[in-house]
């Protein structure tokens, strides 16, 4: 197997050290903690019927995860649909078929925080800058929005009911808005804003965020003593027009989140996120 290295270039972050000047060396594939084995040799998508697709034989389960996700779908939805995009070659990482940056320098100092973008109906998940997970969500729907702006995670439960209807079981819920009922979990993907508000995701997606984010701890029923993971919820998305991934075939770039239209979207954040991170080392700290 081919390996192939695949340059991620910071900017140049200048430190003060005894009056001298240090360039940080840039990061490589090997360096980055997501799973990136292999990069695709081009980057390009083409409509497919769905059916047609999966009449196809010896694909390999990874086929099935990358073009989901590049339908913001599952499995079971995805049999119901009629055109679907599909990258032209599908031997690359899921982080290759996905919107957000593979590192972020500017989010260095921050130990953990999740995005949501809305336009592009993706997720990403950074430990101090770097890719951890990426993928599809499903959120809200024309007349119940996904709030935007900044969250942080606070109970979970492994399976909940829906306070929509308690017919709607929920797997791997992580609230992020405790008053409003917000979070991420486990549902339908049908391939748009479909949910009452809430992030849907795919069922790994969902329980890899679950296991990886932090829980708020109470100091009582009413206070919160420390705050969980940040959770930025950002952007609109426009009902009125073509779903924004099927531009894909003509511009294959079109969705992508640069790092720094990622900083600037996290820049008026900044402060509160980073008080509330001391907060967690400082009273952790104090608990060993």
């Known amino acids: ?15 003060s050290l005894s009056c001298k000047q ?24 083409h409509f497919e019927k769905a059916t047609a697709w999966l009449s ?3 694909r390999d ?49 921050i130990d953990k925080i999740v995005f949501f973008s809305y336009p592009t109906q993706t997720f990403a998940a950074y430990e101090k800058g770097q890719l951890i997970y990426t993928g599809p969500t499903n959120m809200g729907r024309k007349k119940d929005r996904t709030p935007t702006g900044l969250f942080f995670t606070n109970w979970k439960a ?6 929509f209807d308690d017919e709607w079981v929920l797997r791997w819920n992580f609230n992020i808005e405790n008053k409003l ?12 804003p479909a949910s009452h508000s809430c992030l849907r995701l795919q069922e790994k997606d969902a329980k890899d965020l679950y296991d990886w984010a932090d829980q708020w701890e109470l100091a009582d029923e009413e206070t919160v003593k420390i705050k969980g993971t940040p959770v930025v919820v950002f952007g609109s998305y426009d009902f009125d027009k073509p779903k924004p991934w099927l531009q894909l075939v003509t511009h294959p770039k ?9 900083e600037q979207i996290t820049k008026p954040f900044w402060n509160s996120i980073l008080k509330e991170q001391k907060n967690r080392e400082s009273l952790q700290n104090n608990q060993k």
Not at 158 to 163: I, L
Request: proline share 8%; net charge negative; aromatic share 10%.
């Open 254 to 262: 079109v969705l992508d989140i640069s790092k720094e239209a990622l």
């Open 181 to 192: 009922g917000v979070g991420w979990h486990q549902y339908s993907l049908p391939g748009y």
């Open 1 to 15: 197997m081919t390996k192939i290295t695949f340059c991620l270039c910071f900017g140049i972050v200048i430190i």
């Open 56 to 58: 196809q034989k010896s």
């Open 61 to 109: 389960s990874s086929d099935y995860h990358i073009v989901y996700a590049v339908n913001r779908t599952d499995g079971a939805n995805f049999k119901k649909m009629d055109s679907i995009v599909v990258p032209d070659d599908l031997t690359g990482d899921i982080a290759y078929y996905m919107p957000f940056p593979l590192v972020v320098p500017s989010l260095e100092a």
């Open 22 to 45: 240090q360039q940080k060396p840039e990061p490589t594939v090997e360096t980055v903690k997501i799973p990136l084995r292999h990069q695709p040799k081009k980057s390009a998508y």
């Open 158 to 163: 492994e399976e909940t009911t829906s306070t």
